[in-house]
């Protein structure tokens, strides 16, 4: 059992990511009974979820004659236009129902404030404005994070150099997620990821060392 200063962090394992859904990510409902494993070896789990209002920014939806996956400028910088996707209390932004992580003590909810996307759990994508999480990991005497969901590239990856620039150690958990690959994203995050620190390990070899 991994110890108190170990947090498995389980990114956005919602329906809206889910093969079908609004932004569905390939594969990515493999993961959840990985998680699953995963989940019953950490004391410690933290979930998130995307939780956007129905106006939110990143939809394409909301930006007259723009389609989904092209990029546009914000006041804050470059971003994907998605997809409506994750909208809060509907169906497609609730946590798949086979997650089985009963103990999980917090979750998360990114991505709410109307004109500000957040992909990952830290910082949201103006890059000033805390979600409180990495306050809330050092307060409880967290220094290692460990990382799975969805997707790889854009909230499991933005999420992990977030952790590593507030202090954690960091690892990224390969086989318990699934990525987009928009454009070589997922090249791109691992590149960045290591060059940030960041580790990667598979579930098997992290359960047998805990
Ligand atoms: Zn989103």
Request: net charge negative; proline share 3%; aromatic share 8%.
């Amino acid at each position: 059992m991994k110890g108190a200063d170990e947090v498995l962090l389980v990114v956005d394992v919602q329906y809206d990511f889910m093969p079908g859904g609004a932004l569905g990510v390939a594969r990515g409902d493999e993961i959840v009974p990985v998680i699953n494993r995963l989940a019953r070896g950490f004391s410690h789990v933290v979930l998130t979820q995307d939780w956007h209002p129905r106006g939110h920014i990143s939809f394409a939806a909301n930006h007259p004659g723009r389609t989904p996956f092209e990029m546009t400028t914000l006041a804050y910088g470059e971003q994907v236009l998605w997809p409506t996707h994750c909208v809060q209390d509907t169906e497609g932004a609730a946590l798949h129902r086979d997650l089985d992580v009963p103990h999980a003590r917090l979750v998360i909810r990114k991505g709410h404030h109307a004109n500000v996307d957040s992909y990952s759990a830290f910082i949201e994508a103006d890059r000033k404005t805390s979600t409180g999480l990495a306050g809330y990991l050092r307060d409880v005497g967290v220094s290692r994070v460990y990382l799975c969901g969805l997707a790889t590239d854009y909230c499991v990856a933005w999420s992990a150099l977030d952790a590593r620039n507030a202090g954690f150690e960091v690892t990224v958990i390969e086989d318990a997620c699934r990525a987009i690959d928009l454009d070589g994203s997922l090249a791109k995050a691992w590149e960045d990821m290591a060059a940030a620190g960041v580790g990667r390990i598979g579930s098997d070899a992290l359960l047998q060392a805990s």
